[in-house]
């Protein structure tokens, strides 16, 4: 469970204070999946940051499954990442100087899984690109970049996958594959989603959609396709 | 598997990955430590080998255990108590006795007008008593080789005479036939020596004229012992204490090589330390490079979950095996530098001298080279903390660096520290290796200041000249730019190279007999008194000048105070070459124009008796032994005691001077004792009749000796020229160091340049605009690293002439202009080279991925 409690952030901005996001609250239930829409500027990306404890809330609290993400320290935040959390970037992210076997490879070594080369094996052929693990990232299509970068972020196993744009940089085709991937990854794993878009179809797909408008949470609901909702 | 071994598995793994995918960006850090490690293993090898094959072997340099020295002819009371003392030692097995002096030699061929200087040395069997002695052709010596007048001469004896083997030469009175020439002789070095070595037998040595009455003759006796000999020469010491007879073992011979060879082998290390501390800067700069291009991937393993710690180590692990790699090749570097110096210069260096690297160098430079590495990436990759994973969602661009970040200070402080243990550790000395530290850190920091100006000043004038000049001042701007950072490891290495030439310049200039009118041209020495006036009408009759003609007696210092040295003191005896050696002194009324009056007054009229006999001390000589005006000395002039009081204290200005005397004594004291004169010629003369007067004269006085200027100032400028090539090849390292860190800044920024090169395209410069501007770019930085390299240069050239040198210095404009182009050329072109290839970038892409 992903609680946020009245967080606000808050940037300088020349010789003013911007404020971001402002006194968000949310709650996402475990297996979740939640789409977050809104403006550009309407602070998505910064919010995901802030559950993925990227950046820290200039008040307010987010916890993970009980605990305050805001008290940790980089080394317990990034613990926490490695044990918990994926992350799929609109840009992919990946390592320039590793093979894509090797990126997917990064997470599990960090964490110390045994059966890791097996693991990573295992995600290359679930996302279609058996061939391509000894590739660089410079030697793949988008399309193929992010979905190495999904096999990444499914590598640790986590219970929670935090989605930004991850389709903002592809066609249509391929933003539709890489989509249905993540569902279905989603679906297997009863993993909480969620999915920062801009793309209205791909939002209406979630089970729950909570739209921004400066900084504040405009409306919150549940899609035809929640079957649990809140409000 | 433990949590350990598990951090240590994706430690590791990342390291063998990440190695293997930059190792191409890294190969300038590669170099660097190469570089340096390979100019510090080359240096201390070179000289520790040189030291093996010259002075490891004290024994061979003496060519005996122990030696008495003497300038007289052993009185028989010395002999006496010389037998007393080695008849109740057990270990003594051999001995012989070796008289030296030098002498002129000419062809007995009287259509050969040749003639030289040569060392000559009178030997008697068994000889020698150690170390070899080997003839042309690789025989050993044999002593029926000089019975009969038969001579072994140095090789070079015969180009200088035009003679060969089996020829005879005129050695003063006595005809010898020249019997073989020698490859090596034992204590043979190989060192300065005007003259050829000349070897002939005792007995021929005693009857050829050249022991009566003459100055420079030293009589040695040998002896080989089957024990250490420190204790039978302690007790020569005691037995001949009061005379001038000095004791020399080769174990305090061994002992004082050795001191100098280890402060000459630190003295390098700290230079190649130098070197490999440019090396680091250039270290310093790739670590920030690599930092910055791996920011992305720090804030994509952060994200992922891996701490800053462990990704350090990562980075940290990769470097410290680039810098050991780096290392074993700046070894291999070494050796390969060793077989060139092998190659170029082995007709200059021992014979038996070794070029390999020995294994405890290498390992040191491996070791230094590892810790170099360390040292100076620590810093920038302590970055990698500041690198926040949010980055990936919004890049704002550099991380802030804290300023008061305690981290950083204490490494910091601990890089400082660590630089300070390794200049202490190479120079064996913790006082020189904090003054090298804090010397180049103020040179730095001049330098840098120099830069900071230089760069000020340069901004005020960015609005004139073309767009290329404007858009290159600009470019020295940027962000991130690395503008005073090359100043300074160019400048830093224009400076060592500038600085060498320049005082090599002013050094020649003042052995440079052509430009001292005081300086003679032609010395004649060993003139008896019968001659005087013969020899003076000779030379008035080749020149037309009248020459000046000075007494001087051979003496030796026997007291001081009343008290006789005390050699067994290790701190006297280091000074022994200086305060025990046999002095040429002359004695006269009036002090010389020359001549400067520091301390006490000169005399008036002769001496009349023992109260009043009085001397004058050089200045040098008097802080040598520690004396003042009213104290005695005693000198020892021919087995005889003369004892003086000091009556003043002189300065000697040397470059304005016709002959130099450390003592003069007033007149009335030395007018009997046994004195040879010395006659000077001033006058210039071509050398076709320099050569033909000293001809003359060694046929008319074979006794006389004679010094030619031009070939003592040849010899000088030899010496200072390979001086000079030494330093000039040291100093070429450093220019290289501060060329790779010139290359690494140009890494550095090379992605700035890249994107603006993209704009300025899309705007609709084309490509020999771009290329002018990066020309110029590169022209105004070497032409300022070269202004700054030359102004230090001069004031360091300056400094060390006036101050310690204490020769006279002038400004060399040549060398100045010759400096800043050359500086500014180079600069240029490696830059030039380094981004040439930003020209022909497609800006399409390279604006969409910025």
């Not at chain 2, 004792?673 to 004269?697: N, S, Y």
Request: glycine residues 8%; aromatic residues 8%; proline residues 3%.
């Amino acid at each position: 469970m992903i609680i946020l409690q009245n967080v606000t952030k808050t940037v300088q901005s020349g010789a003013d204070d911007l404020t971001i996001l402002d006194d968000v609250s949310l709650e996402i239930p475990d297996g979740e999946f939640i789409s977050v829409t809104g403006a550009s500027g309407s602070g998505k990306s910064t919010l995901l940051g802030l559950i993925a404890g990227l950046d820290a809330p200039s008040s307010g609290e987010i916890l993970i499954d009980g605990a305050s993400v805001t008290t940790m320290s980089e080394d317990e935040l990034a613990e926490l990442r490695s044990k918990k959390i994926g992350f799929i970037f609109q840009s992919f992210h990946l390592i320039p100087s590793l093979t894509a076997f090797e990126n997917i490879l990064i997470p599990m070594e960090i964490l110390g899984l045994k059966d890791a080369k097996d693991r990573a094996a295992q995600l290359l052929s679930d996302v279609d690109l058996k061939n391509r693990g000894h590739h660089y990232p410079t030697e793949l299509s988008g399309g193929e970049q992010q979905r190495i970068a999904i096999a990444r972020a499914f590598a640790n196993q986590p219970k929670i996958l935090l989605a930004d744009e991850p389709t903002g940089n592809l066609d249509s085709k391929n933003g539709n594959h890489i989509f249905d991937l993540m569902t279905e990854l989603h679906d297997q794993n009863n993993i909480s989603l969620v999915l920062v878009t801009h793309d209205q179809s791909l939002a209406e797909r979630a089970e729950r959609q909570v739209i921004l408008k400066d900084g504040r949470v405009l409306s919150d609901e549940l899609t035809r396709n929640g079957n649990t909702g809140n409000f | 598997m433990f949590a350990a071994d598990l951090i240590m598995n994706f430690i590791f793994n990342l390291t063998v990955r990440e190695i293997r995918s930059s190792w191409r960006r890294l190969l300038f850090f590669f170099l660097c430590i190469a570089i340096g490690v390979g100019s510090i293993v080359a240096l201390r090898s070179l000289i520790q080998n040189f030291s093996r094959s010259v002075g490891g072997d004290a024994r061979a340099l003496l060519t005996a255990d122990f030696v008495i020295n003497s300038t007289n002819d052993f009185s028989p009371t010395d002999i006496s108590k010389i037998e007393e003392v080695i008849g109740k030692s057990s270990i003594v097995e051999a001995r012989n006795e070796v008289t030296e002096t030098s002498a002129m030699s000419r062809p007995l061929d009287k259509s050969n007008e040749n003639f030289s200087f040569v060392e000559l040395k009178g030997i008697e069997p068994p000889f020698p008593l150690v170390g070899n002695f080997t003839l042309s052709g690789g025989k050993p010596f044999d002593f029926s080789l000089l019975e009969n007048n038969g001579a072994v001469v140095a090789p070079i004896l015969l180009d200088d005479l035009d003679v060969k083997i089996g020829d005879k030469i005129r050695i003063g009175e006595s005809e010898f036939q020249i019997r073989a020439t020698f490859d090596e002789e034992p204590g043979g070095t190989g060192g300065f020596r005007l003259g050829a070595r000349v070897f002939i037998s005792k007995n021929a040595f005693e009857t050829a004229g050249i022991t009566q009455n003459r100055s420079r003759v030293r009589r040695r006796i040998l002896y080989r012992t089957s024990d250490n000999p420190t204790e039978v020469v302690t007790q020569l010491r005691e037995a001949l204490k009061g005379s001038t007879i000095t004791v020399q073992s080769y174990r305090e011979t061994q002992e004082r090589l050795g001191e100098q060879f280890e402060r000459t082998e630190n003295y390098l290390s700290l230079t190649g330390l130098l070197i490999l501390v440019l090396g680091g800067v250039g270290v310093w700069n790739v670590a920030r490079v690599f930092v910055e291009q791996k920011r992305k991937s720090v804030a994509v393993l952060k994200c992922l979950g891996a701490s800053g710690n462990r990704i350090i180590t990562v980075y940290l692990l990769q470097i410290l095996t680039l810098g050991f790699l780096g290392s074993l090749f700046g070894v291999l570097l070494a050796q390969l530098g060793l077989w060139l110096a092998e190659w170029r210069y082995h007709d200059v260096l021992p014979a038996k001298m070794s070029y390999a690297v020995h294994f405890s160098v290498a390992w040191q430079g491996v070791l230094l080279g590892v810790l170099i590495s360390l040292l100076f990436s620590a810093l920038p990759l302590l970055q990698v903390r500041n690198i926040k994973p949010r980055l990936l969602l919004h890049d704002a661009g550099g991380e802030k660096m804290r300023r008061l970040d305690l981290t950083k200070t204490i490494f910091g402080a601990l890089s400082l520290a660590g630089l300070l243990a390794l200049a202490v550790w190479q120079a064996g000395s913790l006082k020189v290796g904090a003054f090298f530290l804090v010397g180049l850190g103020f040179t730095s920091l001049f330098l840098y200041l120099a830069a900071v100006v230089l760069t000020v000043l340069l901004r005020k004038i960015k609005n004139f000249g073309s767009f290329s000049v404007r858009q290159a001042i600009n470019s020295l701007y940027r962000p991130g730019n690395q503008t005073r950072i090359i100043l300074l490891a160019v400048g830093l290495g224009a400076f060592v190279v500038l600085a060498v030439q320049s005082l090599q310049g002013n050094l020649i200039r003042e052995f440079d007999f052509t430009r001292n009118a005081k300086l003679p041209s032609l010395f004649f020495i060993d003139i008896q008194k019968s001659q005087i006036d013969e020899l003076k009408q000779i030379v008035q009759t080749a020149t037309g000048e009248n020459v000046q003609v000075v007494p001087t007696i051979r003496a030796r210092i026997a007291f001081v105070n009343g008290e006789p040295f005390d050699f067994e003191n290790r701190e006297t005896r280091q000074q022994q070459g200086v305060i025990g050696r046999e002095f040429a002194v002359t004695y006269r009324p009036e002090m010389d124009e020359n001549e400067t009056l520091l301390a006490g007054n000169w005399w008036n009229g002769a001496s009349n008796n023992a109260d009043d006999a009085q001397i004058s001390v050089e200045e040098g000589m008097s802080k040598s032994l520690g004396v003042n005006v009213g104290d005695w000395m005693t000198f020892d002039v021919s087995g005889r005691k003369i004892q003086v009081q000091i009556a003043n204290i002189r300065k000697l200005d040397l470059r304005n001077t016709r002959t130099a005397f450390v003592f003069v004594f007033r007149p009335g004291v030395l007018e009997s004792a046994p004195q040879t004169f010395v006659a000077t010629v001033l006058k210039k003369i071509p050398a076709v009749e320099r050569a033909k007067l000293q001809r003359g004269i060694i046929d008319k006085f074979p006794n006389v000796q004679i010094f030619d200027v031009a070939d003592i100032v040849a010899a000088v400028q030899k010496l200072v020229n390979n001086f000079v090539l030494a330093i000039s090849f040291v100093g070429s390292f450093v220019i290289l160091s501060g060329i790779l860190i010139l290359i690494g800044s140009i890494a550095l920024t090379k992605s700035q340049r890249i994107y603006e090169n993209a704009i300025l395209k899309t705007l609709g410069a084309k490509r020999p605009t771009l290329a002018a501007i990066l020309l110029a770019e590169y022209g105004l930085l070497g032409f300022l690293a070269g202004i700054i390299g030359t102004v230090f240069a001069t004031a360091l050239s300056f400094g060390v002439s006036k101050f310690l040198f204490d020769i006279d210095w002038e400004f060399d404009l040549t060398l100045t202009i010759a400096g800043v182009l050359i500086t500014t050329v180079l600069v240029m072109t490696v830059g030039a080279i380094a981004s040439f290839d930003v020209l022909f970038r497609k800006p399409l892409g390279i604006l969409r991925s910025q």
